[in-house]
């Protein structure tokens, strides 16, 4: 006999040796990234975050910590002009590029998806740059000009920018323009999320749009859309992270440059602390792309949602019911055995 309101225990499920041996043969695939992200990303990331409260000398018998505090952040924000001038163009530079660069990587990528002669050739040459145009292949190219537009006036557009934008902003847009080759180059890898998104839309259901009579423009807003939402916040993300990293900005070369300074004032402290700064700024950049491309439900899945709830309900009160029937049950057997209990009518024992 069962005891009630004891809940029995699940065995536990014993693995196979072809279930175990596949479960190691995925731990031993993954280790090499664990041991990367531990040895390149989480350690220096500490020292990091350690170093930047700190002055550091390099001296014969190593190097000789200084504690400063905020000193670091104090010294960059009041004796470092360039700095903060440089961040508040990269946010503007880089709150418009994302947007640019991702509409027209899902521009070429619906392009390259439809029925075109030598498709395969031409998503090569889209996806090309991305493996020449890297380091120094792209300083050489910038410094040849080969990233700019010849027949477009940039100090034109930076002083039109002026009349109504702040000078910080004019500028990192005048410096999207002269770079709008180099920007474009940007958006190889997110034409091939593009393209792999695109793929796995279901045909039918522009058959049956087409059907009901909608248009081009319609299918567009209404299917692919929407169905690709989150690969457009996958791309925005990878795009702020790509530009905050590149060799082309400038931000790394200051911080770069700050890191191995002779100075007293600077070194690995101060280059920390600018890092950190750099790191919290494309930190909030990335979080503003993630609400407002974030994937939100619709008013259908909303419904159901709010379906499902119901049904639990219903469920958690059908169980009550029936523990309250067990337990009436149960309390009626007892007065039963003791002989003691009344009828409706009036008659019995008790």
């Known amino acids: 006999m069962k005891i009630l309101g004891k809940k029995e225990k699940k065995p536990r499920i014993k693995l196979g040796k072809l279930e175990s041996r596949e479960a190691r043969m995925g731990y031993l695939f993954v280790a090499p990234w ?5 040895a390149f990303l989480l350690i ?28 670091n952040f104090t010294q960059i924000w009041l004796e470092n002009p360039e700095f903060p001038q440089q ?3 990269y946010i503007w530079q880089t709150l418009v590029e994302v947007p640019i660069i991702v509409v027209f990587a899902l521009m070429i990528a ?13 998503r090569l040459i889209f996806f090309l740059p991305v493996i020449i145009v890297s380091g120094p292949v792209m300083n050489l190219l910038v410094s040849e000009g080969a990233s700019s537009i010849p027949a477009m006036d940039t100090q034109a557009i930076v002083s039109a920018m002026e009349t109504f934008l702040p000078a910080s902003a ?14 474009l180059w940007y958006s190889g890898v997110q034409i091939l999320i593009f393209l792999s998104a695109l793929q796995k839309v279901d045909p039918s259901m522009y058959e049956a749009a087409k059907i009901d009579g909608g248009s081009e423009w319609e299918c567009f ?4 859309l929407p169905t690709i939402k989150s690969m457009i916040l996958l791309c925005s993300v990878y795009t702020v992270i790509f530009l905050s990293g590149n060799e082309q900005n400038e931000l790394i070369t200051m911080i770069k440059d700050a890191m191995f300074s002779g100075t007293k004032e600077k070194g690995y402290g101060y280059a ?10 494309i930190t909030i950049i990335t979080l503003l792309f993630f609400l407002l491309l974030g994937s939100k439900k619709d ?17 958690r009160e059908a169980k009550r019911i029936e523990r309250r029937g067990r337990r009436n049950a149960a309390r009626m057997e007892k007065i039963q055995r003791k002989g003691k209990f009344t009828t409706y009518d009036g008659s019995g024992d008790y």
Request: hydrophobic residues 50%; without cysteine.
């Open 272 to 281: 920390s602390a600018m890092a950190w700064m750099y790191a919290l700024v």
């Open 34 to 38: 664990l041991i990367g992200v531990l």
């Open 44 to 71: 220096p990331l500490v020292q990091s975050f350690y170093y930047m409260w700190y002055n550091i000398r390099i001296t014969p018998n190593g190097m000789k910590f200084t504690f400063l505090g905020t000193g």
């Open 221 to 224: 807003w209404k299917i692919t």
């Open 299 to 315: 008013h259908y899945d909303r419904l159901v949602k709010k379906h499902k709830k119901q049904l639990k309900k219903e469920e």
């Open 110 to 122: 619906m392009m390259l998806n439809g029925k075109i002669v030598a498709r395969g050739f031409f």
């Open 170 to 183: 004019a500028e990192g847009i005048g410096e999207i323009f002269s770079n709008m080759i180099m920007i």
């Open 87 to 89: 961040l508040v163009t």
